[in-house]
């Protein structure tokens, strides 16, 4: 992305920010926002597409990927023991170098030895439903639903040639939502969704510290893992790992 479209994408988070804190007030309601931002880096990203006639490479082995900033932003409410909340999550991940061995890629030829660009890009829309099954004092574990569209997309390129191959698609998951308090101020968690199917597996954890300064803020620092990929049947072979070291902040309207 180039930098005029990194400024127009930070001013409209910018903008659903202050949007989201001035409504919640008005509202008074049950409302939080959380912002969550880091570094990711690439485990390993694997394609082959056509999955049967294609070449199978590595994003992340045979080209060489950035290790890049992300950001997540959440919405949501809870009401007793239940909590909705959306989930916008962009990922993009550019790797370059050249591969000692021809690459089919979709329909072109890429000669061995050719410089290459490959582009990455998984973007992730997700609203949650999840129920407190249990709610004490010192633990509390919440499971529920997740809706998922990917907006997802892998782009090769070299300086006379050009595939790329876009997915959009709705995946359901599992939620599930772990949290000890370890002290007065403090507590340890881990949460995400996550599912697995003959066709395929998606899974997106966090375990992170939390410490709350005040009883409406809500700091962290932590681990995340996104996992997952699918084996199409013949159209496309995509699997991918992706760490990320994560600050967050939420913050009760």
């Not at 999955?51 to 932003?73: H, I, K």
Request: aromatic residues 14%.
């Amino acid at each position: 992305m180039d930098k005029r479209g990194r400024q127009k994408r930070c001013k409209k988070l910018l903008v659903l920010i202050l949007f989201t804190l001035m409504a919640g007030r008005l509202w008074s309601g049950p409302f939080w926002i959380d912002l969550e931002s880091g570094g990711a880096f690439t485990g390993y990203n694997d394609v082959q597409i056509p999955s049967d006639t294609g070449t199978r490479f590595s994003l992340a082995d045979d080209l060489d990927p950035d290790a890049v900033w992300f950001f997540r932003l959440r919405l949501g409410a809870d009401f007793g023991r239940h909590s909705v909340s959306f989930l916008y999550a962009p990922l993009r991940i550019t790797s370059n170098g050249s591969v000692n061995k021809d690459i089919t890629f979709r329909d072109t030829l890429f000669p061995a030895g050719t410089n290459l660009e490959g582009t990455y890009i998984f973007n992730s829309y997700r609203l949650t439903w999840s129920y407190a099954l249990i709610d004490e004092r010192r633990f509390r574990f919440e499971a529920g639903i997740t809706g998922k569209i990917r907006d997802a997309s892998i782009e090769l390129k070299s300086e006379s040639d050009e595939e790329i191959r876009k997915n959009l698609g709705f995946v359901p998951l599992i939620h599930l939502d772990a949290r000890w308090n370890i002290a007065e101020r403090y507590s340890f968690v881990i949460s995400g969704d996550g599912l697995a199917a003959p066709q395929g597996r998606a899974e997106d954890f966090m375990a992170a510290l939390l410490y709350r300064p005040e009883p409406d803020i809500e700091l962290r620092l932590g681990y995340r893992i996104l996992e997952g990929g699918s084996d199409g049947g013949g159209e496309v072979y995509t699997f991918g790992m992706f760490h990320y070291i994560l600050a967050g902040i939420r913050y009760r309207l």
